[in-house]
């Protein structure tokens, strides 16, 4: 080989190292862009043309007692919207004083959620609706009641056939009810100007704690639009939670109740965190009193890792900042 030609094919390779060199680093600067812009929580999209009247016909149905069988519980008896949606108590009170065996969860952005209840055994409006309505130790009432109720009152007569051209029936309740729910989302929360792009719209603090909520591994579950709510997850995925010294309640194994798969047991819905520092108590059968305590739960039991006080503190002035303004009747 000649010395000329050596020295054109040392110049291509040297010129093919630098290249594959330049190639690495610019995919590295997309990859590492790409993953900086993709955030496991996403901005509150509030639902578009809503039907005021339906908005308003359901607000009235979901606050009205006499929907229930003995005419004391309405809707918003366990879903208070003067309390965020929730009556703040550990489990809920039905007809009788009946005690249920679960904690509300909000009304707002409910909309929201892929699946309802902490099992998430309704899929769909209708059945959402149907259970509390029938369920014995809620409303205890039924359909039969609740139709025969609003088609003797004038009042609904008249709100029916001005937003629907009929007399009630069972469809349009539930639709009016669920419009209505659709309107209740917390929409616009400091974190989401966060998101888009205002670097001012949250402290110092709580961006620690999304990026403390984020490396503790949180986000794998509470993620989304609602920050949580599109997954079931086990209580006690790392650390058994229930054992010897916290002995299950045997009618809650969660998932379980409705599949009968072992490996189901004690699954729950992820819940949303949208609205959690205002909705104590905590957990599916409200045990936990503090947001403090759910959280260093959340990392022994969830992530096997035990979270230190001031970042538990850094986590809940982020979790603060994820509630917004309320859209009602867009
Ligand atoms: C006696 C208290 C009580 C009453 C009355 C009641 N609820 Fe509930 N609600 C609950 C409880 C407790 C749960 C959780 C039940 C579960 O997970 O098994 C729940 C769950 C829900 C959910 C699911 C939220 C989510 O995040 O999955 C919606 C929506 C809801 N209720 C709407 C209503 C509507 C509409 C009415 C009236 C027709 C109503 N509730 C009446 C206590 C009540
Ligand atoms: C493996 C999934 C998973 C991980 C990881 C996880 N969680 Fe949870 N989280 C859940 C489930 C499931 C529940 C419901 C538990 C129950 O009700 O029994 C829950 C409940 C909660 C609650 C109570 C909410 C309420 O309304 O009752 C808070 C607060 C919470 N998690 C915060 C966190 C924080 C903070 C972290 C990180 C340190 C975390 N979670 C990590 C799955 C997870």
Not at 197 to 214: Q, R, V
Not at 230 to 252: C, H, Q, S, W
Request: glycine share 8%.
């Amino acid at each position: 080989m000649s010395p000329h030609i050596a020295a054109i094919t040392y110049c291509k390779q040297t010129f093919k190292i630098i290249l594959i060199v330049i190639l690495i680093f610019v995919n590295n600067l997309f990859v590492y862009g790409a993953e900086k812009f993709r955030e496991p929580i996403t901005p509150v999209i509030p639902f578009n043309n809503l039907n005021k009247d339906k908005v308003s016909l359901g607000k009235k149905l979901f606050h009205d007692p006499k929907l229930s069988s003995d005419g004391t519980v309405s809707c918003a008896k366990c879903h208070n919207l003067e309390t965020n949606g929730v009556d703040l108590l550990p489990v809920s009170f039905g007809i009788n004083g009946e005690k249920g065996n679960r904690n509300s969860p909000t009304i707002i952005n409910a909309a929201l959620q892929y699946r309802f209840f902490w099992d998430g055994r309704a899929k769909t409006a209708e059945e959402q609706i149907t259970d509390p309505i029938e369920n014995p130790i809620e409303m205890g009432s039924s359909w039969q009641h609740i139709l025969l109720y609003l088609g003797s009152n004038n009042e609904y007569i008249s709100s029916f056939n001005q937003v629907y051209g009929v007399n009630p029936d069972r469809n349009l309740v539930i639709d009016a009810i669920a419009e209505f729910q659709k309107s209740l989302i917390s929409y616009n929360s400091p974190f989401d100007q966060y998101l888009k792009g205002d670097e001012n719209a949250i402290s110092p603090e709580a961006k620690e704690g999304y990026a403390l909520f984020k490396s503790y591994g949180c986000s794998q579950c509470h993620q989304g639009m609602n920050v949580g709510g599109n997954m079931f997850e086990k209580i006690g995925v790392i650390r058994p939670y229930y054992g010897k010294d916290n002995p299950a309640k045997l009618t809650d194994l969660g998932r379980y109740n409705l599949t009968g798969n072992k490996e189901d047991m004690y699954e729950f819905r992820v819940p949303s965190l949208r609205l959690v520092v205002k909705t104590p108590p905590y957990f599916h059968d409200g045990s936990i009193s503090t947001l403090n305590e759910a959280i260093q739960l959340m990392g022994k039991h969830q992530l096997g890792r035990d979270i230190k006080d001031d970042h538990v503190n850094k986590i809940i002035q982020f979790l603060a900042t994820l509630e917004g303004q309320l859209e009602s009747g867009k």
